[in-house]
C-alpha cells in the first residue's frame, strides 16, 4: 500500500453550543477531482459536527419521478423510507472523520512489512499450486474447479495491491460522487438516454457488466473519455506519465509472454492456465466493486456540488460478507472503514470496523451473514441491475432512478 503520514489521534471533539450556521461543505473546493497524496485523506478538512436534523429546504434533493416531500411526520422523505427515529441517509452525520479516526485502536494503523509480504507469498505460492496440481492431473473434473479457485487467487493478488493504482485512487478520492467518482459511478440522466439500446442492455444485463473490466481499462465509463493505457489521458498528471508507459510496457511482456508460453506448451494449455482464471478475476473484481457500491434495500444517496463531502461519500459505501473468501480475499468485504481509512492494513480492518460502529450508527449498514459461498450476493446484484440506471441531472443529492422500458421493472 502507498504509505500516508498519520495524523495523531484526537479525543472527540467538545460539543459547541454555537454550531456556525453555515460551514463549508465542501473540503475540496478543488474542481480539479484529483488530491494530492499528501493531503489524503488525513488532512481533508470536514464539516464540524452538527446535531442531525432535517435540512430539507436546504438541500437540493432529486427524488425518483412522480414522487414528491412528504410530511416529515411521515415514512418516507422524496420516495425515501425513513426510520421511526427520523433517520435519512442523505443527512449530514453527526460526526466527523476524526471522531471515527480516533475511536480506532492506535495499533490498528500500524504496518507490518513482513506480515503484509506473507500474504503476497502466499498468494503467490497458491497460484503456482494450484497450476501444478491442474496441468499434473489435467481432468475435465479438475479444470472448472482450478478455474474458480485461480481466478479466486487472481483477485486476491489483485486485492493487495489495487491502491497503489493511480484511477483507483481517484475512486477513493471521490467516492460518492456522481460526477468525479471512477469506478462504477451512476450515469446521470441525459448520458443514460444518449446511449443505444444495445449498449444499455449490455451494461445492465448479466453477466456482460461482470466482463466490464478489460473495457472500462481500455476507454473508462461512458460519459468519461481517455483510457489507462495512453500516458496522455485525461486519468493522469504529467508527472505521472512515466508510471502509466511503465506499466504500459509491463503489461504488453506479459501479452507477449502468454504469446510465447502458447507456442511452447499450446494456446488450449495457456487458456485453461491462465485465460479462463483472468476472466474469473475479472467476475470477481466486477461483482465486488459494483457490490460495495450498489445493491442495498434501501436506496443510497449519491452527491454532487457542495453537498458532497469526503466523509458523506465514503459513508455511500457497504460492507458485504463472503463466507469463506473473506480470509482469501484478505477481508476487502470490511469495505466502509477500507474506503475512509485506505491506509489501514487489511488485516486491522475487521477490528477497526468493530471500532467504529457505535460512532457511525445508523451510517453502518450490517451485511447480511453469508453461506460458506457467497451466492446470496447474486440475488442482489440481479434486482439491482434490474432497478438502479441512472440519476437525475439536477440536484446535489440524487438516488437511482429506473427505465422501465429496459427490464420491465416499476419507479
Known sequence: MATWLISG??????????????????????????ISNSSFPNSIKLPPSKILRPRFPAIRVSAPAGVQIVDQGEQRVNGIEVEESGFNPGAPPPFTLADIRAAIPKHCWVKDPWRSMSYVLRDVAVVFGLAVVAAYFDSMVVWPLYWFAQGTMFWALFVLGHDWRISHRTHHQNHGHVEKDESWHPLSEKIYRSLDKATRMLRFTLPFPMLAYPVYLWGRSPGKKGSHFHPGSHLFLPNERKDVITSTVCWSTMAAMLVGLSFVMGPLQVLKLYGIPYWGFVMWLDLVTYLHHHGHEDKLPWYRGKEWTYLRGGLTTLDRDYGWINNIHHDIGTHVIHHLFPQIPHYHLIEATEAAKPVLGNYYREPKKSWPLPFHLLRLLTSSMKKDHYVSDEGDVVYYQTDPKLTGGSK
Open 9 to 34: 489521534l484526537r479525543p472527540l471533539p467538545k460539543p459547541n453550543p454555537n454550531p456556525n450556521p453555515n460551514p463549508n461543505p465542501n473540503p475540496n473546493p478543488n474542481p480539479n477531482p484529483r
